[in-house]
């Protein structure tokens, strides 16, 4: 598995005061469903299945906390309503333009836990999470190519962000790799500023 380190931050400014269900035949990809009610669930996903989990109908700014553990390697996948009928029609999902990929996980094996901040260029949407543990097609080896039964625990709760809270998402950077968070924005003196940071690997 290629480890990707991925960047949570939290930037706060303080003033000084079911069964699981295989791809058909004709390439129609179905999932096992599951939604945020059923929160926090566990699953054994079987070679060549999947689970969608339907995260809601959430606002721009909206953040959400994701903490997953599996004892084999799966891919984690997000996509809005409109995307995801790419992936079930197993036509090619794997491109910034369908997919959500500063949330995307492939091949990831283990536990790990990471915020997500629905993005501001769009109006509020219906989200999902793939647990995937398929091979496709257009994978062309990459990513989880299934081959034995995961054990997947997967809990997901919105975030009441904190006063002054600026950004609370995860950023992907490759080694070397900086972003723009936030800004510009001004501060009055005396103003301080509290970075938090953690790594999410896949």
């Known amino acids: 598995m290629r480890a990707t380190t991925i960047l949570t931050l939290t930037v706060l400014l303080m003033a000084t005061c079911s069964p699981i269900v295989n791809a058909d ?3 129609v990809i179905i999932c096992a469903s599951a939604d945020m009610e059923m929160m926090p669930a566990n699953w054994e996903i079987q070679d060549q299945a999947c689970v969608r989990v339907d995260l809601g109908v959430l606002q721009q700014g909206e953040t959400l906390s994701f903490d997953i553990s599996t004892d084999s390697e799966v891919d984690i996948l997000l996509f809005s309503s409109n995307a995801i009928t790419v992936y079930q029609n197993e036509q090619s999902y794997r491109s910034d333009s369908v997919w959500e990929s500063d949330s995307v996980f492939e091949a990831f094996n283990g536990s790990g836990d990471w915020h997500w ?16 543990n398929l091979a496709h097609p257009q994978d062309s080896g990459s990513g989880d190519q299934g081959g034995s039964v995961a054990s997947v625990t997967l809990d997901v709760a919105k975030i009441v962000p904190e006063p002054f809270t600026l950004v609370d998402t995860i950023v992907r950077l490759e080694s070397g790799e900086s972003s ?23």
């Open 117 to 132: 901040t629905v993005p501001s260029d769009r109006d509020a949407t219906r989200w999902y999470m793939i647990v995937d």
């Open 25 to 27: 035949t004709r390439g």
């Open 180 to 202: 723009v968070l936030y800004g510009p924005f001004s501060m009055d003196e005396g103003t301080q500023v509290r970075i938090e940071a953690s790594t999410m690997e896949g």
